[in-house]
Every structure is written in structure tokens, then in C-alpha cells.
């Protein structure tokens, strides 16, 4: 069983910053980490991945505001979020997809608020 540890959601005011972290465990072998996030009324969509040779993948409203991290080793991933508008208010969800099954896993959310 996928165990996650989330750590770094908050409030802030539109403009500053917020580094999300992510601890996945339970699973020996991870094809891509990430986050994906879900305003309230809205569909869970997609924000950062990075697989497992660093290819990055970004949601092409971030307009290159966020910069995903990865620590293979480790199972770990960050999620540095600059410059954040009252619209990337939602839950952030941390992401894993394993290596051979290619099953994917999230987990629980943790809030961020930013506000106008």
C-alpha cells in the first residue's frame, strides 16, 4: 500500500510563494512523481510531473510559475510555486505512477489558499 507524507500547504497573499513536499512510500519502483490539484466545483486536472529521468511535464497554465523536484532515492517531490494567483487556490494532491504496472496513486491533499 502507497503511503504519502504532505507537507507545505498554507495561506498567502496573491504574488508570493509556497514549496509543497511529498514523501511516497510503499512502492520500491516509481516511473513519475507529481502533483495534480482540484479548486472546489472543478476536476482534479494535472499541474507537474517529472518521471524517473527527470522529464518534466507542466500544466500550461502555470506559465512558468512552478518548478517541480525529484529525488529518486529518496521518493520525494517538491513542488516550488511562485508567483501564485487567487486562482491556484485548490487541494494539491501528491502523484505517483509505479514503474511496471504503471497503477497511479494519490495522496490526501493539502490546502492552499491564496488570496487577492
Known amino acids: 500500500q502507497v503511503q504519502f507524507a504532505e507537507s507545505g500547504g498554507g495561506s498567502v497573499q496573491s504574488g508570493g510563494s509556497l514549496r509543497l513536499s511529498c514523501t511516497a512510500s510503499?512502492?520500491?519502483?516509481?516511473?513519475?512523481m507529481g502533483w495534480y490539484r482540484q479548486a472546489p466545483g472543478k476536476q482534479r486536472e494535472m499541474v507537474a510531473t517529472?518521471?524517473?529521468?527527470?522529464?518534466?511535464e507542466y500544466a500550461p497554465f502555470l506559465e512558468g510559475r512552478f518548478t517541480v523536484f525529484r529525488d529518486g532515492v529518496k521518493h520525494t517531490v517538491d513542488l516550488q510555486m511562485n508567483r501564485l494567483k487567487p486562482e491556484d487556490t485548490a487541494v494539491y494532491f501528491c502523484?505517483?505512477?509505479?514503474?511496471?504496472?504503471?497503477?497511479?496513486?494519490w495522496g490526501q491533499g493539502t490546502q492552499v489558499t491564496v488570496s487577492s
Open positions: 502523484y505517483v505512477k509505479a514503474s511496471f504496472t504503471r497503477r497511479q496513486y
Open positions: 510503499g512502492l520500491r519502483n516509481i516511473y513519475a
Open positions: 517529472i518521471n524517473d529521468v527527470g522529464v518534466t
